[in-house]
Protein backbone atom coordinates (compact mmCIF):
# COMPACT_ATOMS: atom_id res chain seq x y z
CA UNK A 1 0.00 0.00 0.00
CA UNK A 2 1.13 3.55 -0.58
CA UNK A 3 1.66 5.95 1.97
CA UNK A 4 3.27 9.45 2.93
CA UNK A 5 4.61 10.77 5.98
CA UNK A 6 4.72 14.61 6.25
CA UNK A 7 7.69 15.90 9.01
CA UNK A 8 6.50 18.71 10.53
CA UNK A 9 3.02 19.76 11.02
CA UNK A 10 4.15 23.01 11.72
CA UNK A 11 6.88 24.81 9.84
CA UNK A 12 8.28 28.19 10.75
CA UNK A 13 10.66 30.47 8.38
CA UNK A 14 11.81 33.73 8.64
CA UNK A 15 11.18 35.92 5.51
CA UNK A 16 13.73 35.69 2.83
CA UNK A 17 15.33 32.14 4.60
CA UNK A 18 14.81 29.15 2.65
CA UNK A 19 11.69 26.85 2.75
CA UNK A 20 12.14 22.67 3.19
CA UNK A 21 9.21 21.16 3.60
CA UNK A 22 9.44 17.25 3.71
CA UNK A 23 7.69 14.48 2.03
CA UNK A 24 8.64 10.73 2.34
CA UNK A 25 6.71 8.45 0.66
CA UNK A 26 6.08 4.51 0.63
CA UNK A 27 5.33 2.76 -2.69
CA UNK A 28 6.00 -0.77 -4.23
CA UNK A 29 5.62 0.62 -7.70
CA UNK A 30 7.31 3.98 -9.57
CA UNK A 31 4.91 6.41 -8.05
CA UNK A 32 3.62 9.46 -9.55
CA UNK A 33 4.09 12.71 -6.88
CA UNK A 34 2.31 15.86 -6.16
CA UNK A 35 2.78 19.12 -3.65
CA UNK A 36 -0.73 21.05 -3.08
CA UNK A 37 -1.03 23.75 -1.20
CA UNK A 38 -4.21 25.48 0.37
CA UNK A 39 -4.31 29.17 1.20
CA UNK A 40 -6.54 30.16 3.86
CA UNK A 41 -10.32 29.48 2.94
CA UNK A 42 -9.14 27.91 -0.30
CA UNK A 43 -9.50 24.87 -2.12
CA UNK A 44 -6.10 22.83 -2.34
CA UNK A 45 -4.20 23.71 -5.77
CA UNK A 46 -1.59 22.03 -7.29
CA UNK A 47 1.80 22.99 -6.93
CA UNK A 48 3.95 20.59 -8.98
CA UNK A 49 4.17 17.07 -9.62
CA UNK A 50 6.52 14.50 -10.69
CA UNK A 51 5.96 11.85 -13.22
CA UNK A 52 9.27 10.54 -14.13
CA UNK A 53 10.62 13.07 -16.79
CA UNK A 54 13.37 15.37 -14.68
CA UNK A 55 14.04 14.48 -11.16
CA UNK A 56 13.97 18.28 -10.10
CA UNK A 57 11.00 19.32 -10.74
CA UNK A 58 9.84 23.45 -10.52
CA UNK A 59 6.34 24.30 -9.83
CA UNK A 60 4.80 27.41 -9.35
CA UNK A 61 5.72 30.45 -7.11
CA UNK A 62 8.95 29.79 -7.20
CA UNK A 63 8.68 26.46 -5.65
CA UNK A 64 10.74 22.95 -6.80
CA UNK A 65 11.21 19.48 -5.45
CA UNK A 66 13.61 16.43 -6.56
CA UNK A 67 12.49 13.22 -6.72
CA UNK A 68 15.11 10.52 -4.69
CA UNK A 69 14.18 7.33 -5.64
CA UNK A 70 17.12 6.20 -2.60
CA UNK A 71 15.84 7.87 -0.25
CA UNK A 72 12.21 7.94 -0.82
CA UNK A 73 11.52 11.25 -0.74
CA UNK A 74 10.25 14.32 -2.47
CA UNK A 75 10.96 17.28 -0.04
CA UNK A 76 9.54 21.06 -1.48
CA UNK A 77 11.84 23.89 -1.35
CA UNK A 78 12.12 27.33 -1.71
CA UNK A 79 15.41 29.76 -1.55
CA UNK A 80 13.62 32.79 -0.34
CA UNK A 81 10.27 32.59 1.76
CA UNK A 82 7.38 35.20 0.97
CA UNK A 83 4.73 36.46 3.59
CA UNK A 84 2.58 35.24 0.90
CA UNK A 85 3.74 31.45 1.05
CA UNK A 86 2.01 31.22 4.50
CA UNK A 87 -0.02 28.10 3.82
CA UNK A 88 -0.93 24.40 3.82
CA UNK A 89 1.19 22.34 1.95
CA UNK A 90 0.29 18.82 1.26
CA UNK A 91 2.33 15.76 -0.33
CA UNK A 92 0.53 13.05 -2.17
CA UNK A 93 1.41 10.27 -3.97
CA UNK A 94 -0.43 7.71 -6.46
CA UNK A 95 0.12 4.47 -8.85
CA UNK A 96 1.23 4.87 -12.09
CA UNK A 97 -0.48 1.69 -13.08
CA UNK A 98 -4.17 3.20 -12.87
CA UNK A 99 -7.32 0.99 -11.48
CA UNK A 100 -10.41 2.75 -11.57
CA UNK A 101 -10.74 2.15 -7.68
CA UNK A 102 -7.06 3.95 -6.71
CA UNK A 103 -6.68 7.19 -5.49
CA UNK A 104 -4.51 9.67 -4.47
CA UNK A 105 -3.08 9.57 -0.76
CA UNK A 106 -2.28 12.83 0.63
CA UNK A 107 0.13 13.41 4.26
CA UNK A 108 -1.32 14.84 7.36
CA UNK A 109 -0.30 18.60 5.59
CA UNK A 110 2.55 20.86 6.99
CA UNK A 111 1.16 24.45 7.96
CA UNK A 112 4.09 26.96 6.83
CA UNK A 113 4.82 29.92 9.16
CA UNK A 114 6.27 33.54 7.79
CA UNK A 115 8.36 35.18 10.24
CA UNK A 116 8.49 39.41 9.69
CA UNK B 1 -9.97 28.97 -11.31
CA UNK B 2 -10.09 24.83 -10.85
CA UNK B 3 -13.08 24.47 -12.54
CA UNK B 4 -13.98 22.96 -10.18
CA UNK B 5 -17.84 24.64 -8.41
CA UNK B 6 -19.28 23.95 -5.19
CA UNK B 7 -22.67 25.02 -3.73
CA UNK B 8 -23.20 26.07 -1.09
CA UNK B 9 -20.24 27.87 -0.12
CA UNK B 10 -21.46 28.08 3.40
CA UNK B 11 -24.01 26.24 5.49
CA UNK B 12 -25.39 26.57 9.12
CA UNK B 13 -27.69 24.00 10.12
CA UNK B 14 -28.97 22.05 13.47
CA UNK B 15 -28.03 18.91 14.97
CA UNK B 16 -30.31 16.42 13.27
CA UNK B 17 -31.09 17.84 10.11
CA UNK B 18 -30.17 16.86 6.71
CA UNK B 19 -28.24 18.83 4.04
CA UNK B 20 -27.17 18.08 0.44
CA UNK B 21 -23.90 19.30 -1.05
CA UNK B 22 -23.22 19.85 -4.56
CA UNK B 23 -20.17 19.58 -7.03
CA UNK B 24 -19.64 19.85 -10.46
CA UNK B 25 -16.56 18.81 -12.12
CA UNK B 26 -14.21 20.07 -14.50
CA UNK B 27 -15.14 19.79 -17.83
CA UNK B 28 -14.52 16.51 -18.92
CA UNK B 29 -13.86 15.00 -15.99
CA UNK B 30 -15.41 11.76 -15.35
CA UNK B 31 -13.51 10.95 -11.11
CA UNK B 32 -15.36 12.83 -8.78
CA UNK B 33 -13.95 12.69 -5.12
CA UNK B 34 -15.14 14.00 -1.99
CA UNK B 35 -12.95 14.90 1.17
CA UNK B 36 -13.95 16.22 4.51
CA UNK B 37 -11.38 18.65 6.31
CA UNK B 38 -11.67 19.48 10.05
CA UNK B 39 -8.84 20.34 12.48
CA UNK B 40 -8.51 17.68 14.40
CA UNK B 41 -8.86 15.13 11.79
CA UNK B 42 -7.28 16.55 8.65
CA UNK B 43 -7.84 16.09 4.99
CA UNK B 44 -10.37 12.63 5.24
CA UNK B 45 -10.88 10.48 1.85
CA UNK B 46 -14.89 10.10 1.66
CA UNK B 47 -15.59 8.52 -1.86
CA UNK B 48 -15.20 8.27 -5.03
CA UNK B 49 -17.10 8.02 -8.42
CA UNK B 50 -15.73 7.46 -11.96
CA UNK B 51 -18.50 7.76 -14.48
CA UNK B 52 -21.37 7.33 -12.22
CA UNK B 53 -20.43 4.35 -10.56
CA UNK B 54 -19.06 4.42 -6.75
CA UNK B 55 -15.19 3.16 -6.82
CA UNK B 56 -13.73 3.60 -2.95
CA UNK B 57 -14.70 4.60 0.11
CA UNK B 58 -12.66 5.84 2.95
CA UNK B 59 -14.09 6.99 6.01
CA UNK B 60 -17.06 8.07 4.85
CA UNK B 61 -20.10 7.76 7.76
CA UNK B 62 -23.47 5.47 7.22
CA UNK B 63 -25.37 8.66 7.64
CA UNK B 64 -23.42 10.49 4.59
CA UNK B 65 -24.30 8.91 1.48
CA UNK B 66 -23.11 10.73 -2.14
CA UNK B 67 -24.04 9.92 -6.17
CA UNK B 68 -22.80 10.94 -8.80
CA UNK B 69 -25.42 11.76 -11.62
CA UNK B 70 -25.61 11.18 -15.69
CA UNK B 71 -24.29 14.37 -16.49
CA UNK B 72 -21.24 14.09 -13.82
CA UNK B 73 -22.09 16.35 -11.19
CA UNK B 74 -22.06 15.30 -7.57
CA UNK B 75 -23.95 15.24 -4.80
CA UNK B 76 -23.09 14.48 -1.31
CA UNK B 77 -25.95 14.05 1.40
CA UNK B 78 -25.26 14.17 4.58
CA UNK B 79 -27.75 13.27 7.58
CA UNK B 80 -28.59 13.15 11.11
CA UNK B 81 -26.14 16.23 11.37
CA UNK B 82 -24.22 16.04 14.54
CA UNK B 83 -21.78 18.46 16.11
CA UNK B 84 -18.84 16.79 14.74
CA UNK B 85 -19.65 17.00 11.36
CA UNK B 86 -19.12 20.47 10.60
CA UNK B 87 -15.96 20.96 8.60
CA UNK B 88 -14.91 21.75 5.38
CA UNK B 89 -16.56 19.45 2.47
CA UNK B 90 -14.42 19.17 -0.52
CA UNK B 91 -15.26 18.30 -4.08
CA UNK B 92 -12.48 17.21 -6.63
CA UNK B 93 -12.25 16.04 -10.05
CA UNK B 94 -9.64 14.15 -11.85
CA UNK B 95 -9.02 12.94 -15.98
CA UNK B 96 -7.42 9.94 -14.74
CA UNK B 97 -8.00 7.00 -16.56
CA UNK B 98 -9.01 9.34 -19.47
CA UNK B 99 -5.91 8.53 -21.98
CA UNK B 100 -2.12 7.55 -21.02
CA UNK B 101 -1.07 10.60 -20.87
CA UNK B 102 -3.03 11.89 -17.85
CA UNK B 103 -1.18 11.73 -14.43
CA UNK B 104 -4.62 11.81 -12.44
CA UNK B 105 -3.61 15.26 -10.45
CA UNK B 106 -6.58 15.90 -8.70
CA UNK B 107 -8.72 19.29 -9.34
CA UNK B 108 -10.08 21.07 -5.72
CA UNK B 109 -13.30 22.96 -5.88
CA UNK B 110 -13.01 25.50 -2.99
CA UNK B 111 -14.97 23.94 -0.61
CA UNK B 112 -18.04 23.70 1.57
CA UNK B 113 -17.87 24.80 4.78
CA UNK B 114 -20.57 23.40 6.67
CA UNK B 115 -21.62 24.32 10.59
CA UNK B 116 -23.92 22.80 12.66
CA UNK B 117 -25.44 24.46 15.85
Known amino acids: AQSVTQLGSHVSVSEGALVLLRCNYS??????LFWYVQYPNQGLQLLLK??????LVKGINGFEAEFKKSETSFHLTKPSAHMSDAAEYFC??????????????FGKGTRLHILP | DSGVTQTPKHLITATGQRVTLRCSPR?????VYWYQQSLDQGLQFLIQ???????AKGNILERFSAQQFPDLHSELNLSSLELGDSALYFC????????????????FGEGSRLTVL
Open chain 2, 92 to 107: ASSARGQGTANTGELF
Open chain 1, 50 to 55: YTSAAT
Open chain 1, 27 to 32: SSVPPY
Open chain 2, 49 to 55: YYNGEER
Open chain 2, 27 to 31: SGDLS
Open chain 1, 92 to 105: AVSKRQWNRDDKII
